[in-house]
Structures are given as structure tokens and as C-alpha cells.
């Protein structure tokens, strides 16, 4: 009897918890936890704080009752979460695409709110299963919370084709959860993430020796992963040359300013042969017959005479009115067929345009918004014995995407080449994000990757995610390495996020078994 007691104290929710809506404070309250995340992320780097942040959201969800409840608290979270994190969106609709300021920041809060369903979903569905399932506390924090996050994260990366940018495992880059990129990607690492929260918020019942060792597991087990290889050395290295031209973005599509731009990219590339010289996305900012006359021709003339290869950010054009945002090569053979890589994945409002709303990006009045999309599937270009595959821009923040190329080429890519310009965004995080989301790309794929930005992060990222150079930011300079491409298959390429989502099921499913066995049990001392 008395044990019976302790257990059904340790485990009901709290009576302060209890209502089917959450007060004004509560809410409040979610929305500064969430928004609490941005400091787990770069240049910040306080990663341990996300576990905190979540283990509150937890407790409120998992001490309460109502599902009503859970979806508020959880669509707050994730409303504070996001417009923390990607705030920076502000200076592009206010100082880029000329919006005044109280529509620029109903436009952040209106993306907010959309973004914040996701965490309504993983609450949401996790409350309405524990009480279906009649789930005990440990089932709850401990797998359903956590995986329903991750599959909520996961689903912000492809619905209405998807903006997963500060999902929770990108935080954890350096930290001890990263050995299981390789395998369970980012995705799967979020899962891990609202794991170690669950564990904290097991810390208020009564047998918390079980939570604290789970968490200690998890960490060394990553740890411990941090030291396998997965991927080895292929070929010979490649020396490489990337460009940080620092062009003001509100002069790079001035034509008052064209000549300057081009001429700076000119004399920056002709500066010093390489095997590889990457410029960022759109260096070039016109179309291929705008430009004067002789210009790709004294490049292809450079890259003959130097054994170069030249990687050139700039738009194409396949007809009237259809374009595409693109990196194309100039190689030291000019009778070799010339490479392009189309960019996929198009920004919303920035590159493509959502039925119906062309009134709006009309209003915004910006270069290259109705850009082609390229095809899925794109090749890898060779620079000597090495295979290069491009994406553009925030294309890197789809792991699954470069997994799926790797996977299915003939020849899958030894390394990684990132070509952005996040000079829309002003000095903001965005940068260090961004840095952030290519090194767990290295981790996922074991490939190296180059990064060739307008502004920053130019950057040299090994395989095993450590950042090799980096050229200060918001700074012209050409940063100069070699770079020793890898071969090999990680779980995660050969798998891509299917592999997390199967574990997912699987913890699911012992989630309802510990229901039905709960369910079974003539006390409730099985509980925990």
C-alpha cells in the first residue's frame, strides 16, 4: 500500500497543471523558454541550455493532463523557438526587400506562428497517445516526447517544401551528441536531444538513478562514437582557392556597381592558380550573354594556362522568362563539356513563388524570384582525381537531399562544395548557423566540405567536422588550403533519415507495450 502511494505520487500530474488551457503566464512563459534555444546555437554555443529549455516544456506537457493544453504550450514553444532563431528574416523583408518595419515584423511572427505548429503536433500527438495508450511517465518523457519531436522536426523539413533551419540537433555539432550524426543525422540526434530533456524532467520523480544513468549513456555512447571512422582518404589532395568578395547586397544587383563587381571576381581569381577556385553564389550577377564581351573567355584562358578549375556562381538562362540560380565550371580543357549544377531546393518568396501569392512577392520587388528548379538527381563534377558536389546557398540545410546524390551516383562525391551569399540577412547568426548546418553535413556524410560565401563563413570543414580554416567575416579575402577528399559509406548516406524514422516506430511501439503491460499490472508500482 504504502508503495503504491509513493508511485502514484511520483507519477500523476500535477494538480497546478491540470486545466485544459494554460494560463497567459504559462504561454508567456513557453515562448521565452523556446526562444531561449538561440543561445544553444552559434556564436553562442551554449548547448547544454537546450536541454534545459526543452526539460521545461516537458514537465509542463508531461505533469498536465488536457491535450488542449499540451498544443498551446507546445505551439508557444515553438512560436518562440523560431522567431529567436531565425529573427534575422527581419532585416531581409525591412533593409532588402524595402517592407516597412511593422510588416517586416508581422512577417517574422506570422512564420512564427506557422512554424510553431510543428511543436503543437509534437505535443499534441503525444499527449492524446499517452492517455489512448495510458502510457506511464518514463514511456512519455523518455520516448514518446522525444521521438514525436524529432518527427515533428522532420516533417518542418519537407512540408510545403520545407524550412528546417535551427532544428535542435544543429546545436550539437561540437558536443558529445554529434558521433551519432553518422547514423542517425541531425533528425535523429534532435530525438536524442529531447531525450537527455526527458531525463532532467525525470529528475522530479522519485526514482531518478534510472533517468540519470540513460543521460549518462548517451553522452559517452556519442562520445565514444566521435572516435569512429567511417569514411577513409581517397586520391590525392586538392588544393583550393575560395573567394569572399564582401559586395555589399544592396549594391549586387545595381548595374551602377557591375563593372566593379565582375572585375573584383576577375582579379581575385586570376590571382594565384589552384586546382580548385570556388566563387560564392551568384559572384557573377547576370546572365552569360550580358556579360562584356571577352570576360568567360580571359577566365577559360587563365584556367588553361594554371591547370585551374573555376566553380562560378551565377544565373542562367534557358529562355524567356526561365532561369536558374546555377555554379557552372571553367576547366583547363576548353573543349570539354562545361558543368552546371542547378540549385533544387528554392527559397520561398526569394526564388520561387507559392500559388497565389505572386502579389506578394511582387510587393517585395526582388532579382531572380521565379528562378527553374533543378533536377534531383545531379552529378558530381572532377577536379583531378577528386569529385565535387555543389549546393547552393541553404540547400546544405537538406541532409537527406545530399545523402540521396551520394547514394546514387555512379561515382559518389568525395567532398562538399557550399556556394552561398547570406548578405540579405546583415551581421547577424544567421552566418554561424549556417556554419553550424555544414559541419553536420561533414559529420552525416564524412565528406569534407568548402564553403565560398559573399560575406561568411568562408570556410574549410573536415570530415570529421572540425572547422580546418575560416576567413573572418564581413571581410574581402581568398582563403587558400588543401582539402584531402574521402570515400566511403556512413550509415546515414546509405539510409538517409529512414533510419531514424524506423528506430522511432520501434520506440513507439515499446511505448504501447509498456501501455498494455501498465494496463495488465494490478498496481501501479510498474509504472516506473
Known sequence: MILRRRTQAATAPDPALRGTRPSFTALACAVVAGGLSLFSFQPF????????????LFYQVGMGSATRRAILLGWAFGFGWSVAGMHWLYTFMTRFAHLPAILGAIGVIL?????????????????WLRRRWS??????LLLVLPILWGVSEWMRGWVFTGFPWAASGYAHDGAPLAGFAPLIGVYGIGVLVAMCAGCLTMLTQRRRLPALALFAVLMLAGAGLRSVEWTQASGQPLTVRLLQGNIPQDRKFDLAFLTSILETYQNMITAAPSDLIATPETAIPIFAHQLPQGYLEGLQRFAAGTGSTLALGMPLLDGPGKYSNSLVTVTPQAQAQTYRYDKTHLVPFGEFIPPGFRWFTDMLNLPLNDATRGAEMQQPFAVKDQLVLPNICYED???????????????????LLNVSNLSWYGQSTAVPQHLQISRMRTLETGRPMLRATNDGATAVIDHRGRIAQVLPFYKEGVLTATVQGTS????????????????????LAGAWLSGRMRKRTPTPAAEE
Not at 111 to 127: H, Q, R
Open 45 to 56: 554555443g551554449w548547448w547544454p541550455l537546450q536541454f534545459v529549455s526543452l526539460a521545461w
Open 111 to 127: 512564420l512564427g506562428l506557422y512554424m510553431g505548429l510543428f511543436g503543437a503536433f509534437a505535443t499534441g500527438v503525444a499527449t
Open 135 to 140: 502510457l506511464p511517465v518514463s514511456a512519455f
Open 397 to 415: 540545410v537538406f541532409g537527406e537531399e545530399i545523402a540521396y546524390r551520394l547514394r546514387n551516383a555512379p561515382r559518389p562525391a568525395t567532398m
Open 488 to 507: 566511403g559509406m556512413t550509415p546515414f548516406i546509405r539510409c538517409g533519415n529512414y533510419l531514424f524514422l524506423g528506430l522511432g516506430v520501434l520506440g
